[in-house]
């Protein structure tokens, strides 16, 4: 059979494409595989660079602020920060545990909710054989509305964070620890007296509300209170800490409908004082409020069923 040389050209120019020798750079390994197939989030120690949507270098970001106001942990929430990366559902019952090795680490943020159902947890840190240096009992009425919030000081790791489900089986939660390596600041604080309590509403444009307890160094032995109306507990924290000042209390309330109050009680003794700052964390769009609710009857003579 006869084959022209036209015919051998237009087959070489067409295969041409599949002999292409890959160039340094264009193939990407199992680990960066692996990291494009995660949405693109910085690797754990490499703060500030994301990998490119395509093959080739990673391209650098300026990195974020390294200041503990208040006000740059509300936009980075805002701005989608993943609070429950490291999500796991524990069930009624049952204990879970992170530890942190890294002496590096001073700080965790705990995140605790549930699919719209109480949630009612034991929180504990660990430092070593039977130490127990700060722990907390929480109770959520709806873990979905009001998840729990708290960041948790680990100095002189390692550590350990304990969380217990002491719910029933019916109702399992979903815990997320997760390192975080700045305490935010907070403004003026007022001093609660042994047995004492100070209440605190808010308006219904309040979103959430951030809570610091300290001490001199001294115990602290504190229960906190969401109400929402009179005597209706919406969330209620009991916590200890052996030392308020090297170990502070730090917490997010959401509060999230009208007629909110924090109530704060040092149930220590008079000879065990503590200091409380309480402000608004997140506040929602002032316009949001403007619209008039409608009310009354509707129809002639007040409508179907007003007897």
Not at 65 to 70: F, H, L, P, R, T
Not at 260 to 282: C, D, L
């Given at each position: 059979?006869k084959i022209s040389v036209a015919t051998v050209l237009a087959f070489c120019a067409t295969q041409s494409g599949a002999f292409v020798v890959p160039t340094p750079g264009t193939s990407g390994s199992a680990l960066q595989s692996s990291f494009m197939s995660n949405g693109g989030e ?195 924290i009991e916590l200890y800490t052996e030392d308020g000042m090297d170990r502070p209390f730090f917490a997010i309330l959401k509060t999230p409908g009208s007629g909110n109050v924090v109530r704060v009680v040092n149930t220590a003794t008079v000879e065990f004082p503590m200091s409380a ?31």
């Amino acid at each position: 059979m006869k084959i022209s040389v036209a015919t051998v050209l237009a087959f070489c120019a067409t295969q041409s494409g599949a002999f292409v020798v890959p160039t340094p750079g264009t193939s990407g390994s199992a680990l960066q595989s692996s990291f494009m197939s995660n949405g693109g989030e910085p690797m754990r120690g490499q703060p500030g660079t994301t990998m490119a949507p395509g093959p080739g270098a990673p391209r650098t970001q300026p990195p974020r602020s390294q200041g503990g106001a208040i006000s740059e942990r509300r936009s980075e929430r805002r701005n989608g920060r993943d609070l429950r990366k490291n999500e796991v559902t524990v069930q009624g019952g049952t204990l879970k545990t992170w530890s942190f090795l890294n002496p590096a680490i001073d700080s965790v943020e705990v995140v605790l909710s549930t699919e719209g159902r109480p949630l009612d947890a034991d929180i504990e840190l660990w430092q070593g054989p039977d130490n127990t240096p700060h722990k907390m009992r929480v109770y959520l009425e709806d873990g979905n509305t009001r998840s729990f919030q708290s960041i948790i000081l680990t100095p002189r790791g390692p550590n350990t964070i304990a969380i217990r489900n002491i719910g029933q089986m019916e109702f399992p939660m979903q815990a997320a620890v997760n390192a975080e390596n700045k305490f935010p600041a907070m403004g003026e604080s007022r001093t609660i007296q042994g047995g004492a309590l100070r209440t605190y509403p808010f308006d219904p444009m309040v979103d959430s509300v951030a809570v610091k307890l300290t001490t001199d160094g001294r115990p602290l032995n504190a229960r906190i209170e969401l109400l929402q109306g009179p005597n209706n507990n919406k969330q209620v924290i009991e916590l200890y800490t052996e030392d308020g000042m090297d170990r502070p209390f730090f917490a997010i309330l959401k509060t999230p409908g009208s007629g909110n109050v924090v109530r704060v009680v040092n149930t220590a003794t008079v000879e065990f004082p503590m200091s409380a700052s309480i402000e608004a964390f997140e506040t929602a769009d002032p316009t949001a409020y403007t619209e008039p609710v409608m009310g009354g009857d509707s129809g002639f003579m007040g409508g179907v069923g007003q007897w």
